[in-house]
């Protein structure tokens, strides 16, 4: 676990316009100048990220919040007292300090104030960092420091150890600047959790609506979050015919005790969903490295709005 000396590293790698990989409760983030924007090129440049999709900015609470969006509203107050700390990034109107590299030269901020207590610290010495999730870009989010520095050498990224994720999948990212507020990214946080504290309606995100997702969040798109093996997400009698075949080796994560020809690898995966969110992103770059030539999901319940949040993250790990 990083301590005040790696902190202290931290900051003055950010200072220069560096980059530092920073953990938070959902996935670790690629860490760089929210005002800066060379150092923000940067990021874009090493996670061969499009130009057109845009970075959130992390802060440490709303006081930070305000100084990278242009209005803050009653609804923005509302959701940060009642989510912040936590797994909520809320799309304002934007700063004009903020790069418009940062928004892929739009009018709109996605913010976020993670729940970790050494990011928290990172943020309050410095100021708002970009901070997409420390992966190549379309591939499988981190969730420990070891899969950052799987993806980048010390030179390019310092990396700040917070230990394993608890949450395991991304932040919701809830739309504030149209007419009704809008779920653009499922997550942990639930759109009727957003309309309960906001005490109106929300939008919430709907696996149909992904070419107007991708306009609006180009993040969205549905190729993401997928291993370099191909994946498919089948039932469970599918995996069970396809385990009897020799080939190609299989590595499939399953809800339940397979008996499998000891060629394949099946990865069991916990029942709930917030344990599965936990384990998903490890338990897919584990399935990437036994050098299976197809990776099988079984699909999940998609029961309740976390199970929803799971079945979107595996439609586009399943869709390379
Ligand atoms: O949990 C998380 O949100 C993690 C951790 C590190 O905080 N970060 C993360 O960042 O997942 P990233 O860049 O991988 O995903 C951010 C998502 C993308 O889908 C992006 O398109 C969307 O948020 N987004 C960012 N700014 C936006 C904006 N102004 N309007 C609409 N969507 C935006
Ligand atoms: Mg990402």
């Known amino acids: 676990m990083s301590g005040p000396e790696d902190i202290a590293t931290a900051l003055s790698r950010l200072r220069s316009g560096g980059l530092v990989a920073f953990p938070t409760e959902t996935v670790y983030g690629l860490g760089a100048d929210a005002f800066d924007a060379t150092a923000v090129a940067r990021v874009f440049a090493l996670k061969g990220r499009p130009a057109t999709n845009p970075l959130i900015v992390h802060v440490s609470g709303e006081a930070m919040a305000r100084t990278v969006v242009s209005e803050w509203t009653a609804d923005a107050s509302t959701l940060a007292q009642t989510f912040w700390p936590g797994p909520l990034t809320i ?4 700063s004009d300090r903020i790069p418009a590299i940062v928004t892929a030269g739009g009018g709109s ?18 100021g708002p960092l970009v901070g997409p999730s420390a992966n190549p870009s379309g591939r ?6 070891a899969h950052v520095r799987a993806s980048f050498t010390p030179e390019q990224v310092l990396v700040l ?8 999948i991304e932040s ?7 007419p009704m507020p809008r779920v653009l990214r499922p997550g942990i946080i639930s759109a009727d959790q957003l309309s309960a504290a906001l005490k109106k309606p929300v939008r919430p995100h709907t696996p149909g609506e992904v070419a107007i997702g991708a306009a609006a969040s180009p993040g969205l798109l549905e190729s993401h979050y997928a291993p370099a093996t191909p994946a498919k997400l089948v039932d469970r009698g599918q995996i069970e015919a396809a385990l009897k075949r020799g080939t190609p080796i299989i590595a499939v994560l399953a809800l339940g005790p397979r008996g499998a020809p000891a ?3 099946v990865i069991l995966m916990p029942d709930t969903p917030e344990l ?8 897919l770059r584990e399935a990437d490295e036994v050098s299976a030539g197809q990776i099988l999901i079984e699909r999940p319940p998609e029961s309740g709005p976390l199970w929803q949040a799971i079945a979107d993250r595996l439609r586009r790990a399943a869709s390379a």
């Open 91 to 94: 799309v304002l109107p934007k």
């Open 109 to 126: 901020v996605g913010v976020r104030c993670p729940d970790h207590p050494v990011t928290l610290s990172l943020l309050e010495a410095f």
């Open 140 to 145: 499988v989010s981190p969730t420990t420091a």
């Open 161 to 168: 150890d917070g230990g394993p994720c608890r949450a395991g």
């Open 172 to 178: 919701t990212v809830v739309s504030l600047v149209e």
């Open 263 to 265: 060629l394949h690898t």
């Open 276 to 283: 599965y969110a936990a384990r998903l992103y490890a338990a």
